[in-house]
């Protein structure tokens, strides 16, 4: 099996929002090691056995691939107490948890005796990211190598101290015991007085899935009881001594110039700080009602455009609008010959898809807490990139990063949608000039208008079949939404697969499963049309040409579960869809129901879902259920309504999200793989749920429905 | 301005038209109550006024200044958990937990009125509030599992 560590993957995140950076690299420092104080023991897992330890002297510069990478590391300090130290953060997907679960499987620890230190660039290693369901197969897997190795190194130290073979002690609930004399030590005994500092690479023996007792276990949210009494700090409810509340001047519509800014009513009033640098306008105040004032005092001049096209005629602009920047991970795939193998074919179909744009709305909105001191800027924020926000910053204010500390506290949801550092830099603007900390929280509409969205996108799909349902040629061009989930997972000898980038006129950028929920919805759809136009049926379809195993049994298991050939009631259709994305493998079955007023009621989904070994069962199938219900929305409503540069929709009441009343009765399987490295599983639930529901739909009332959202009404028109 | 919250008796000075949530959050150090949306369209800012459910962001204080307030601070009772919490607990519920607070006062206040909710007016009590991360399966088996303590 290839190990996933060493696979170069491309840069998750759909990158348009992310500005282009250099790689971080992380200095190999002992002293780093112990700062959160005493000593112990340290184990840091390297991407590279060449470590050169306290050589503190080589140069800033250092080549990709360096030996100094350190990508996460445990302290188990004198007290035996666990400290794990890792870039990635925590906004719900509950990694907090499964991560402690998987050092504590290793370290024979409870998960109560460990402290996951996330999302401070200070305290912990560089990490680019956390998305693209990397956090699992990636972190996880070095974290758990670590605590092995860790563990290995306090049975060395007991074996010495006792003068003993190794083979005679096993670690046991935090202790090392000598199996037959029953003589015990705890792992802080063991450490104490010492800076010990060792580093791993990838050959470290680890205990295998099937072993497992704490990984592999329903262990509870750690913190829980923090976020259910309100205790818990997120950013936004985060107040220093004397801070001030921030807010920004914005455009009245998108690519609006400033020509003027009368600054002079909104200086006027009482504790206001108004800063106006460049095109940023900003204030501050000792409280939100008097700094929405001085907002409101604030008399502008705007030149705005004219040129903007709106959600009614955006699928037309996209297509008129290509652009000619080509990225890398775009340039598509072609095999055999697509044209001959459509001429070929015996079944012909050709369709067009049509995506629309959608918001995150992460519930908390982004924020951040800036604060100057003696040159140095820390900055509380939710973001999924830390490091990235870090970077902006240092860029913003011409600082060194190590002049720029940014921290995350557990966050109020990003799906992709909290990659970047707006906040960060509006706030740290404001307490420059106020010299006091500056807080400050966009309002719902702000996230709505400011932030970027989900890729709207076109989709066209030309493909061919043969009498026994043999795919024969697959042409598949997307324009805009991306290239996550491109290719298909069918298997075709002819395909001619493309993305093609366009002039979006909205911000967009990665959200949840990125292209893949828009690529595998029109790929998904069209496999319905096929096995339609062929007579087959579609599950059948499906297997005929598929050769993925994990894809295979998603999808069998769903329909198994589902009841997939059992009869349904008059008005009622069943639809299949499914595929993989970032290790993650589903199959999703729909039922709808149609009434005689052509209402479409979606009234069950059971999902089959597979992502190799699983850490925590239930945070899991809370995780497939969540995207289950969020898949929903950009399936049968959500979409962002815009024209004139404005944002139509921007609020809640407005824009429709998926509620109580939204959810259909959801199944969803857990296929346990204990023989396959644990995946990611944010992502991949999500990509089934629209095509299974446009399938059912086609099943139920014979409409086959191209664009996503399919009922922005409630009812087939 | 005294505001009775969660029992106690508190002594604001502020515009009487600033909203309840502003002055729980920033006035009073009650930050449990979130800022969703600004509008009364998410449930993240739910608190209790005299036990009815009431959205705190587009509540006047001056509205409530005679008023029973509960936020999420004041539903621990000497130090135990209120039976929603437990069951929220027991279940692990949430994600992000951002809609958390609103949920618990949604749901408290529900089983204050009907100890034994149907699935159907569970859902009508909390369509108000929005768990983006979608945990809602999970915060109805809670809700059920509530109102057997």
């Known amino acids: 099996m290839e190990n996933q560590d060493h696979l170069h993957h491309p840069f998750e995140p759909a990158t348009d929002e992310l500005p282009s950076k250099p790689r971080y690299h992380f200095k190999l420092d002992r002293r780093k090691f112990f700062k959160l104080g005493g000593g112990g023991l340290v184990v840091a897992f390297v991407l590279h056995d060449l470590i050169s330890l306290g050589n503190n002297n080589n140069s800033s510069a250092v080549a990709p691939q360096s030996p100094d990478d350190v990508d996460a590391w445990i302290h188990i300090d004198e007290n035996g107490a666990v400290n794990v130290l890792t870039g990635k953060v925590e906004v719900g997907q509950n990694i907090r948890t499964s991560l402690s679960q998987i050092v504590a499987e290793e370290l024979m620890l409870p998960v109560s005796l460990i402290t996951m230190i996330m999302g401070d660039t200070d305290l912990v290693p560089y990490d680019a990211g956390t998305f693209g369901s990397r956090s699992t197969p990636q972190m996880g897997t070095q974290l758990r190598k670590a605590a092995a190795t860790a563990r290995d190194a306090l049975i060395e130290l007991a074996a010495k101290k006792w003068n003993t073979q190794a083979t005679t002690l096993h670690a046991e609930n935090g202790l090392i015991i000598n199996t037959a004399t029953k003589e015990k030590i705890g792992y802080g005994e063991l450490t104490k007085g010492k800076q010990l500092v060792m580093t791993i690479s990838d050959n470290v023996p680890v205990i295998a899935a099937k072993d497992w007792k704490v990984a592999g276990t329903s262990v509870p949210k750690v913190d829980e009881m923090d976020f259910i009494s309100g205790k818990h700090k997120y950013v936004s409810d985060m107040k220093l001594p004397g801070m001030l509340y921030g807010k920004v001047l914005r455009p009245p519509s998108y690519g609006a110039k400033l020509i003027e800014a009368d600054l002079s009513k909104a200086k006027n009033i009482t504790g206001v700080i108004v800063v106006k640098d460049g095109d940023f306008v900003g204030v501050a105040a000792p409280d939100i009602r008097t700094v929405t004032s001085a907002l409101l005092a604030i008399d502008a001049k705007w030149e705005e455009r004219s040129d903007h096209p709106s959600n009614e005629n955006i699928f037309e602009y996209l297509l008129k609008n290509t652009s000619e920047e080509k990225n890398e991970r775009d340039q598509g795939t072609t095999t055999g010959n697509v044209e001959s193998g459509l001429t070929e074919a015996a079944f012909k179909y050709s369709n067009t898809y049509n995506i629309n744009y959608i918001a995150h709305i992460p519930l908390e909105p982004r924020a951040a807490v800036a604060q100057w001191a003696d040159g140095k800027l820390t900055v509380w924020t939710g973001t999924q990139r830390p490091f990235g926000v870090q970077q902006e910053l240092s860029e913003t204010f011409r600082l060194n990063k190590e002049k720029v500390r940014v921290m995350m506290p557990d966050t109020g949801s990003g799906y992709g949608g909290k990659h970047t550092g707006e906040a960060a830099i509006e706030a740290a603007r404001l307490a420059q000039e106020a010299k006091a900390p500056v807080k400050v929280v966009w309002t719902r509409e702000e996230e709505f208008t400011w932030a970027y969205f989900r890729p709207g996108g076109v989709i066209k799909v030309d493909a061919g079949a043969n009498k026994d349902g043999t795919i024969t040629a697959w042409k598949f061009t997307n324009y805009n939404s991306g290239g996550s989930g491109l290719d298909t997972q069918y298997k075709v000898s002819n395909k001619q697969i493309a993305h093609v980038p366009c002039n979006t006129p909205l911000r967009q950028g990665s959200y949840r499963g990125l292209a893949s929920t828009a690529n595998v919805f029109a790929r998904e759809c069209s496999m319905d049309d096929l096995a339609r136009l062929i007579n087959m049926d579609p599950l059948g379809f499906r297997l005929k040409n598929l050769d993925d195993d994990r894809f295979v049994t998603a999808l069998q298991t769903a329909a198994k579960a589902f009841g997939w050939n059992k009869l349904k009631p008059a008005g009622h259709g069943y639809g299949i869809a499914g595929g993989f994305e970032k290790g993650g493998h589903v199959g999703t079955c729909a039922e709808v129901m149609v009434n005689s007023d052509k209402e479409v009621r979606v009234l069950r989904v059971t999902q089959a879902f597979e992502c190799g070994a699983i850490v925590n069962p239930h945070h899991l199938e809370n995780q497939v259920t969540g995207a289950i219900i969020m898949g929903l929305g950009g399936a049968l409503f959500e979409a962002v309504q815009f024209a004139n540069g404005k944002i139509l929709n921007a609020g809640l009441s407005a824009y429709r999200v998926p509620r109580f009343n939204d959810v259909p009765k959801i199944e969803v399987i857990l296929i346990d793989r204990k023989d396959l490295p644990s995946a990611g599983a944010g992502e991949a639930g999500i990509i089934g749920v629209a095509p299974a529901i446009r399938n059912a739909i086609l099943d139920a009332a014979g409409a086959a429905l191209n664009t996503l959202p399919m009922l922005p009404n409630g009812a087939l028109v | ?149």
């Open chain 2, 1 to 149: 301005m005294v505001l009775n919250i969660n029992g106690e008796k508190h002594e604001v000075t502020v515009e009487p038209d600033v909203a309840l949530l502003t002055v729980l959050r920033d006035h009073l150090d009650l930050t449990g109550s979130k800022y969703g949306c600004g509008e009364g369209a998410c449930g993240a800012c739910t608190v209790l006024i005299n036990g009815n459910t009431a959205h705190s962001c587009n509540t006047p204080v001056s509205s409530v200044a005679d008023k029973e307030i509960t936020t999420i601070e004041g539903l621990e009772k000497n130090g135990k958990l209120a039976a929603v919490q437990q069951a929220i607990m027991e279940t692990d519920v949430f994600q992000c937990s951002y809609c958390a607070s609103g949920m618990i006062m949604a749901a408290a206040a529900l089983l204050k009125k009907n100890p034994a909710p149907s699935e159907e007016a569970i859902l009508q009590a909390m369509n108000g509030n929005i768990c983006r991360c979608g945990t809602y399966p999970y915060i109805i088996k809670a809700i059920k599992l509530a109102s057997t303590l």
